[in-house]
């Protein structure tokens, strides 16, 4: 990087979506037009994901500034005003280097080693990751340590599964390591498929040199002679700079044959998911990447002695094998150091839902959830309540206000009924239905069950159905126990662990919310007044101002009334499209 | 993902061509029936039976395996789709932020079932999906490989609107050129 005025723009996927693309056009015009030697250079996810499009400005004797929903309107008098006149624009700032802005909490209150170079690097430029220490971790473990030392290394770092499970990366490495065959494959699995998750995209977009370089390392580690990276069709930008990522590192000898004068080699293939959930399972994962359909099988035999074509391999996360290269470079220890006595180092979660300031949050293993969604989420939207965080996807739980001040690591979360997961956190509200929600993640599971061992096949689609009549009003009063008996059920008799932990949601919500359960099935009542065959709705006539915004985009024709007079809606002409709602702005109509 | 595929545009003999292309490249590589599966798509826009049967042949598979295989992905698509791809992000951030009213709006414009379906028109393909990975910008719909978030279903419905104006604008602007040309005469 050079001393340049710089203007970078945050172009992950969630950039683009909010319209990146004609932002950074805007800004090379202007730059152009108004003749400045200015570099404009792009970047993978910042990780304020709530502010998107994010522009960040670097000017030679200013602070950085980081600006905020930037517009492609706007871009003209950011670039007059900061780049020539050199005043900050203080109403769009979100961060400036130094100094205190509402926001700078997002990121003073995480710690990053994974995320360190996303949205600082361009990613698609293997000298920016070089330039950040990139690659030196390789250097180091080829010319002097051995395969047994990478793995002790790892092994005293503490470092567990970033997947979800949390088994410890160097046990696995050295199980595979063990195993005998003619080849051995090493894996990196980014099928990501949790809803809610995309942590693992805003690496690959964002730093996909530092996957491919833990990759290496544990390549090494175990003695691997093939690498696939197992990615999911639905994040085509991951794909393309993973692939030009492999060609960068090939090019300049990190990759190949006989790396850096080694004699270790290894070649690294994308293998482009088709859409299949359970593929993150690893034995589904193995058959997918043989051209099967992707079923999970029993195990033993464990992938680290007969995987793919019936030789040992080894899978691990993106985010797992992001954090390889920080361990060797600042030794195990500096890494054992960060966390808990369980879990060391940092997780990135997803920060979504009803959280203010969305986004990336990586912290350290052992912060409470308070202090995520609070502190670096910076509370609820809108002023609202809140009602619960959804951890770990669909295999997570819900968990309540009482339970806000859990540490965030692989022994306190499975204690209060979730997981750790791959990291999505959905922070919802008072107005999201903890039933519906409950509902929507089996409806979810069913889909996406293989349909090969029956607990999971028809049990999950028993456990929908019985959620579906709840939220119709027509529950009976056993529907609770049945739920609770059946998600035992599918606990203990399915074969892998999509059936395994899809009844979570529903315990965790029967555990924090029964109340919610009751007030469906007893009183017929949905109290976040979501589930539209339980709600009524009603104008209030003290809110209501008669302005007839309701009257006119009412598709039914249920509403009238007179001008600046109280309106009323039709009980027996409404169709419940909660149209009314959207459009009042004088809160006026509500549901009972 | 974009498709480089688009209705009409080649007939059988040069689908047939396209197929025999991807094949070979593919040939003889083990486990590659998925790629080949995805890049067959992405050309001719769906997996027609006769394209199963000769994907078949040539990776020396059954027919009921290779079948097997194209429905177990939801990437897959055995029926042909309309000229635009419309795909609602169900994610959990798009469910809890109104996903379904997204669906209602679109579908309801189009004159779609709420599980979406294809116009008869061939125009517009609606789809479902599980999480595009665009969270914080729910709700969230892709068309045509471009996204659009921080829907309601106002914005929802003037983007579609969007797709049938450029629509209408094409064949407009064909018959202004028809004029133009007939001035000239």
Known sequence: MSGKDRVVVGLATCGIAAGGVSVMEEIRREIKKRNLGVEVAETGCIGYCFAEVLVEIQKAGMPKVIYGEVKPNDVPLIVEGHLIEGKI??????????RKTPEADFLKKQKRIVLANCGLIDPENIDDYIATGGYEALKKVLSGMTPEQVREEILASGLRGRGGAGFPTGQKWNLCAMAQGKDKYIVCNADEGDPGAFMDRSVLEGDPHAVIEGMIIGGYAIGATHGYIYCRAEYPLAVRRLKKAIADATSRGFLGKNILSSGYS????????????????????????????????????????????????????????????????????????????GSKGTKVFCLTGKVRRGGLAEVEMGTTLREVIFGVGGGIKEGRKFKAVQIGGPSGGCLPESLLDTPVDYDSLPAAGAIMGSGGMVVVDDTTCMVDLAKYFLTFTQMESCGKCVPCRLGTKRMLEILTRICKGEGKPEDIDLLEKLAIDIKEGSLCQLGGT?????????????????????????????????????????????CGVCLKNCPSGAISGERKKPHVIDEDKCIKCRECIRRCRFDAVYTV | MMSAYSPGACDNGE??????????????????????????????????????????KATGRTLAQVYGVATFYAQFRLEPIGKHLVRICHGTACHVAGADDIDAAVCGHLGLPEEGGTTGDMEFTVEKVVCVGACSLAPIMIVDGVAHGRLNPDKARSVIKSYQKSENERSGGGARSGKRAQKKK
Not at chain 1, 315 to 324: D, H, L, M, S
Not at chain 1, 502 to 512: E, G, I, K, M, S
Not at chain 1, 516 to 528: G, L, S, T, W
Not at chain 2, 24 to 47: D, F, H, R, T, W
């Open chain 1, 502 to 546: 899809a009844p979570n949601p529903v315990l965790t919500t029967l555990r924090y919310f029964r109340d919610e359960y009751v007030a469906h099935i007893r009183d017929k009542r949905c109290p976040a007044g979501l589930c539209v065959d339980l709600v009524t709705f009603h104008i209030d006539p003290e809110k209501c101002t008669g």
């Open chain 1, 89 to 98: 624009l203080r109403d769009k700032a979100l961060l400036i280097e130094g």
């Open chain 1, 266 to 341: 290894l070649d690294i293939v994308v293998k482009e998911g088709a859409g299949a959930f359970v593929c993150g399972e690893e034995t589904a994962l193995i058959a997918s990447i043989e051209g099967k359909r992707g079923m999970p099988r029993p195990r033993p035999p464990f992938p680290a002695n007969k995987g793919i074509w019936g030789m040992p391999t080894n899978i691990n996360n993106v985010e797992t094998f992001a954090n390889v290269p920080w361990i060797i470079r600042n030794r195990a220890k500096k890494f054992a150091k960060m966390g808990t006595v």
């Open chain 2, 15 to 56: 689908q047939s061509r396209v197929l025999e292309k991807i094949l070979k490249k593919y040939k003889g590589s083990e486990g590659a029936l998925i790629p080949v599966l995805q890049e067959a798509q992405e050309a001719l826009g769906y997996l027609s039976e006769e394209t199963l049967k000769k994907i078949a």
